[in-house]
């Protein structure tokens, strides 16, 4: 079955690679409760995850706190040390144009 969850995690994993076409996707945390595991998104490092929920996607920045995010895209683990996520509800629209930036930014960040 494809709902909107769906189709918001097919734009995103096509944003990274569209931002990076070197990154690696694997699927880890593999679980009785989750078989298909949670996408990880890697280049010289952990990128970011790619989790859904019942009423939200959630792209999870291993190293979020060190990105700068000058359009806001974070909106979500806030208060975390070190990670920063980006929860994208049904009607909300993703800055695809900040969201490469940001990816990008990661990587570059994970080289240095």
């Known amino acids: 079955m494809t709902d909107w969850r769906t189709e918001t995690v097919e734009r995103v994993r096509a944003l990274i690679f569209e931002a990076d076409p070197d990154v690696v996707e694997e699927a880890k945390w593999r679980k009785a409760s989750n078989p298909d595991g949670v996408p990880t998104f890697s280049h010289s490092g952990l990128i970011c995850t790619l989790e859904t929920y019942k009423d939200k996607v959630k792209v999870t920045f291993a190293k979020g706190a060190s990105l700068a995010d000058p359009s806001g895209l974070f909106n979500a683990s806030m208060t975390a040390g070190t990670r920063r996520a980006l ?26």
């Open 87 to 112: 929860d994208i509800h049904a009607d909300d629209k993703l800055d695809e144009k900040a969201f490469r930036e940001l990816v990008r930014e990661a990587v570059i960040l994970n080289e240095s």
